[in-house]
Each structure stands twice: as structure tokens, then as C-alpha cells.
């Protein structure tokens, strides 16, 4: 493992030691390690292989996000404007299924929406009269198997997802990114990140320790849950945030915007990501003994 690769898990372990222990941040954070360090790795490959250096490699890459994104933000309003009370009795469903978005409303007022943001870089990128198009030819069909998935999602798979969408932008080094895209294709072009730069929410350190508060209290003080009902959620969002930083990765691997010289890159990056693949199941063995 390269020192740029040790470093960057040093800095996820940090992160994922600020989480409570036993409690979901932690879980999910640990659920994620294996295909987190394989999206570092496709990550700092992307960037080696000219993503900052191309328009369309880079537009290609964020409107896969965003095409997640969209359907995850667009699917949390829905289903909180069914929760919302419009003036009419709640029959008994109607109370249950508020009661049951009380874990829902606490994320959701975190107050982040990238869904704008995204649209707004892209039409920079892309021109406003094409962007759609051009990204409606781009759509990769892991970005397309994502999107159904969260448009009828529940829940436990909303709050999953957002960890691992939202997650990046807010915990992770997304918002690291920023001065470089600014950099190769000017201030146009960083739009997604307003919301997790500058001193908001009481900086990058605040925002992070915000974020990471309402994941650990999510099941804290809800009564209307049993303990073993609190275990079977606790449960499905740490399963699906797994299976949604795998979806992350597919449709990493799935973009096809690529510089001529990638080719190149991508043949070492197949070795470097088996040998984290062998390596992960090694030690997993291991440590099962």
C-alpha cells in the first residue's frame, strides 16, 4: 500500500474513532471499510488518470452522483411531505407511518440538499442548453440501478444512502476537492460544495462532529420503538450503507469519459485493487482463527 494510501486510511480510522462506540457511526463506518478503501483507491486513480485535466472525464463522473443524489434527496421530500400534517385527521396508518420517519426528520435536519449544487456544475461544464442531454447519454447503468433503488427506498435504505452520499461531502475529503476543481475549471464549477467549505456550521470540524452526533443519537430517545425493533434498524441501515459504497464504486468503475493515456493507469490500478482485495480477505481470515 502506498504512503498516500496508508495516510488516507489513517485519517478514515480518526474519523471513525470520533464515532461513538457500539454505536452507528462506528458500525457503518466499519461496514464500509473494504469497499471505502477500494473507492479511495479508484478515486486517487481517476485523479492520476486526468479527471481534473478533462471537462467531460470529470462532468461524467459528478453526474453520476448527482443522478444518486437527485433520486435519494427527491425520495427523503416525498416522503416527509406524506409525514407532514396538511390539516386533515391522521387515520391510524398515518400515525404509524409518522412515527416511523421520526429517524428520517432527525437527518433530514441537518439541512443538506447537493442536488442544486451538482446542477449548477454540470450546466457550467456541460452548457445550460445541453447538459441534460449530454448526461442522459452518459448515465451508466449502475447509476441507473442506483437511482430505482432509492426511488422507492425506505427509511432505514434513505438514511443509509445518506451517509454514504452525503457522508464525502460533509465527513470525508469531498469537500478537499474544492481548490482543485476551482483550479481546472474556475469557480463555476464548485457549486456542490457551498455547503460543506467555509466556516458554516461551525467549520469543517463542527460540520463533521454534527454529522456524526445525529448518527450516533438517532435510536437514543425514540419511544416509539422497542428494543428489538431498534436492533433490527440499527441492523439494515449499517447492511445497506455497505451495499450503497459498493454501488458508489460500481458506478466508478462504470464511467467511460476517459483521457487517452488512461488506459495506462487503470491496468496498475486493476493490481493495486486486488492486491487490497487479498490483503482485506487475509487478515479478515486471520483474525477469525
Known amino acids: 500500500m502506498s504512503s498516500t494510501s496508508s495516510d488516507e486510511v489513517d485519517q478514515t480510522d480518526a474519523i471513525r474513532n ?11 463506518m466499519d461496514a464500509i471499510r473494504l469497499p471505502h478503501t477500494i473507492g479511495q483507491t479508484l478515486r486517487n486513480g481517476a485523479l492520476a488518470a486526468g479527471l481534473l485535466t478533462d471537462r467531460n472525464c470529470y462532468a461524467e463522473l459528478l453526474g453520476q452522483f448527482y443522478i444518486a443524489t437527485a433520486a435519494l434527496e427527491k425520495r427523503i421530500d416525498e416522503l416527509l411531505l406524506v409525514d407532514s400534517n396538511d390539516g386533515r385527521k391522521d387515520d391510524q396508518e398515518q400515525i404509524h407511518q409518522k412515527n416511523r420517519l421520526v429517524l428520517l426528520r432527525k437527518v433530514n435536519e441537518l439541512g443538506y440538499r447537493f442536488t442544486k449544487g451538482y446542477e449548477r456544475d454540470l450546466e457550467f461544464l456541460l452548457g445550460s442548453d445541453q447538459w441534460k442531454k449530454v448526461l442522459n447519454s452518459w448515465t451508466t447503468e449502475p447509476a441507473k440501478d442506483y437511482a430505482r433503488e432509492l426511488e422507492v427506498a425506505d427509511e432505514t435504505k434513505l438514511i443509509a444512502a445518506a451517509f454514504i452520499l452525503w457522508g464525502p461531502l460533509v465527513i470525508g475529503g469531498g469537500a478537499a476537492l474544492k481548490p482543485r476543481v476551482e483550479k481546472s475549471f474556475g469557480s463555476g464549477a464548485t457549486h456542490v460544495f457551498k455547503d460543506v467549505t467555509g466556516s458554516s456550521g461551525g467549520g469543517r470540524s463542527g460540520r463533521r462532529r454534527k454529522f456524526i452526533e445525529v448518527l450516533d443519537q438517532l435510536l437514543d430517545s425514540d419511544d416509539t420503538m422497542t ?27 462504470a464511467v467511460r469519459q476517459r483521457p487517452w493515456f488512461t488506459k495506462y493507469i487503470w491496468s496498475g490500478l486493476a493490481a493495486v485493487l486486488a492486491v487490497i482485495v487479498w490483503n482485506f480477505t487475509a487478515a479478515r481470515r486471520e483474525t477469525s482463527k
Open 227 to 253: 428494543d428489538e425493533e431498534k436492533k433490527e434498524v440499527f441492523e439494515s441501515i449499517v447492511l445497506h450503507t455497505g451495499k450503497f459504497m459498493a454501488k458508489n464504486n460500481d458506478m466508478m468503475m
Open 18 to 28: 470520533q464515532g461513538r462506540v457500539n454505536g452507528l457511526f462506528r458500525a457503518c
